[in-house]
């Protein structure tokens, strides 16, 4: 049997601005819209960040429960999942929405080299941030920047600080960190399989025009895939994406070409291990 595609939808990030693509939804109102849309296309799954109301990055817990909030009213069943990531904030403030128990959050387990600067992950902040979503029952999604990142990832499910199999998502295409490279690619995929089991899942991004080499890549070697105006706002070298649903559809397409099965929010809460919301049914659901 195919496993259905689940389809991320990274809706903002920390640094396209409307200046970029007047599509970046910035507002909490905007990302709520933007999701909306994405979640109707195919998407099961939204990376969220915040923004002040200046556009810069946040990591206001008071910004994320209310898009968290918003995103449960509008798309009930979607996962949502939230950034640690570094742009938005320093040392534990990148923790600081977890409390708010979000279904999964993005956990960058080493440092390495982004365009202009170090993207830093400490050790201590690392094992800090996993015991905040062991504590809040919040699954992470392991950013690997690199071959060591799996590695590590390995090391800490072995000590119990991730619970259950841990979820990989390979980003390539940083400038100064993973480049596009379809050897090591593959040898990710086989490095998952290797050390967590055939079956465990992952995911693939790609970074501005490699987002769709990545989409490609991943659908057709049976992965996940995600997608959405944080990593890259155009749809080709001449048009900007018009939306985040627009990037879900083109995804969505790509699983058609492969005959993969876009997976609905209950076959992706099943694939991750995630809990079902409130008042959820355990039927499958049939996307219009």
């Known amino acids: 049997m195919t496993t259905p595609c689940i389809i991320c939808v990274a809706i903002t990030g920390s640094l396209p601005t409307k200046a970029n693509n007047p599509a970046v939804p910035i507002t909490v109102a905007e990302q709520i819209e933007s999701t ?36 449960e009213r509008h798309c009930p069943g979607m996962i949502i999942q939230f950034s640690t990531g570094g742009r938005s904030g320093a040392g ?57 990142h799996i590695l590590k990832a390995k090391d800490m499910a072995d000590k119990g600080q991730l619970a259950g199999t841990p979820y990989i998502q390979f980003v390539m295409g940083v400038k100064n960190a993973m480049p596009v490279d379809r050897d090591v690619f593959d040898y990710y995929v086989r490095t998952v399989g290797r050390l967590f089991g055939p079956g465990a899942p992952w995911c693939a991004a790609g970074i501005g025009a490699h987002q769709l080499t990545l989409n490609e890549w991943a659908i057709g070697a049976g992965g996940h895939a995600r997608t959405g105006l944080e990593d890259n706002v155009r749809l080709d070298r001449d048009r900007l994406a018009p939306s985040n649903g627009a990037l879900v559809r083109r995804a969505v397409d790509i699983c058609d070409r492969h005959a993969r099965p876009v997976a609905t929010w209950q076959e992706a809460r099943r694939i991750l291990g995630l809990r079902l919301p409130e008042g959820a049914r355990e039927a499958r659901a049939v996307r219009a």
């Open 92 to 148: 534990r403030t990148r923790g600081g929405m977890l409390p708010l128990r979000p279904d999964m959050a993005s956990l960058s387990v080493g440092s390495n080299n982004f365009p202009t600067r170090v993207y830093e992950n400490p050790p201590d902040l690392v094992d800090w941030l996993a015991a905040e979503m062991l504590a809040h029952d919040v699954k992470p999604e392991i950013e690997a920047f690199d071959l060591s």
């Open 36 to 71: 909306h849309e994405a979640f109707e296309a195919g998407a099961s799954i939204v990376h969220a960040h915040v923004r002040n109301d200046d556009g810069t990055p946040s990591s206001d817990p008071a910004r994320f429960a209310a898009l968290k909030e918003g995103i």
